[in-house]
């Protein structure tokens, strides 16, 4: 089977939790925005052989981060976010399907826009891993924190064993015509991942150990250890 991989950066929403005056994938770290520091994550995967990033239609940065006639030769800009992310990944895939940088059989890696302190041994780990595997697979790290249930007015109500959880990331990987499938069948309202969008069809992907450092920015405060992270890397 075809061993092509082809990542998709879903880049629609407006970030309400993290506040700001535009989107939280537009935020300046370290010189860049973080749409940029995230598709630099994979411009450097010599395996990826393109990346599309979907925008909301109504998305007014991207040309300034972006412009049309520069864009790095394996990118592409798609204005057809959706209402929700796992539409914008619908979306994206169809584009991906219809413009034949994909066929059915080959690998689509989705990444949050906001995972942008991904480590590229991490992305190489999961090419390598869930490469191999029939379903595919994800990144995700073990629960290492004691999890609490709340009741409805925030007191603790239950302890939750956490042997065998672990907390999901990005990129997920698979292939684009399961993928696809498994979007078109399921109620998109009900898909929190990828992976959710797979296990409904009955399968079940591979979990690869992932990196703490792939952080997700959801509050102002995750932008703080996002720039410490990057200017880590920077230093070395």
């Known amino acids: 089977m075809s061993k092509r991989f082809v ?5 629609g929403g407006v970030g309400a939790r993290f506040g700001g005056t535009q989107p939280k994938q537009y935020t300046m770290l370290c010189g860049q925005t973080v749409l940029q520091h995230t598709v630099a994550r994979f411009l450097a995967v010599p395996e990826v052989a393109h990346i599309g990033v979907v925008v909301a239609p109504s998305d007014h940065c991207i040309d300034q981060v972006y412009a049309p006639h520069g864009l790095p030769e394996k ?3 798609w204005r057809c976010g959706g209402e929700t992310r796992a539409e914008s990944v619908r ?3 169809a ?3 219809n413009e034949d940088i994909a066929c059915a059989s080959d690998w689509v890696l989705v990444h949050d826009a906001a995972r942008c302190c991904v480590p590229l041994d991490a992305i190489q780990r999961l090419l390598a891993e869930a490469g191999h595997h029939p379903v595919g697979g994800l990144l995700a790290v073990p629960m290492a924190d004691t999890v609490k249930k709340a009741d409805i007015s925030g007191q603790v109500c239950a302890t939750i064993d956490r042997s065998g959880l672990w907390q999901a990331q990005t990129p997920q990987m698979f292939r684009a015509g399961l993928l696809q499938q498994a979007l078109n069948r399921v ?3 009900m898909v929190t991942d990828e992976s959710s969008a797979i296990e409904a069809l009955g399968k079940w992907p591979l979990l690869v150990e992932g990196d703490v450092r792939n952080i997700k920015l959801t509050r102002p405060s995750d932008a703080v250890l996002a720039e410490l992270l990057l200017m880590q890397e ?3």
Do not use: E, F, T, W
């Not at 990542?7 to 880049?11: K, N």
């Open 234 to 236: 920077q230093k070395i």
């Open 7 to 11: 990542v998709l950066i879903p880049a």
């Open 91 to 93: 979306n994206g895939l």
């Open 95 to 97: 584009q991906i399907m």
């Open 75 to 77: 990118v592409r800009i």
């Open 187 to 189: 109620d998109i309202s």
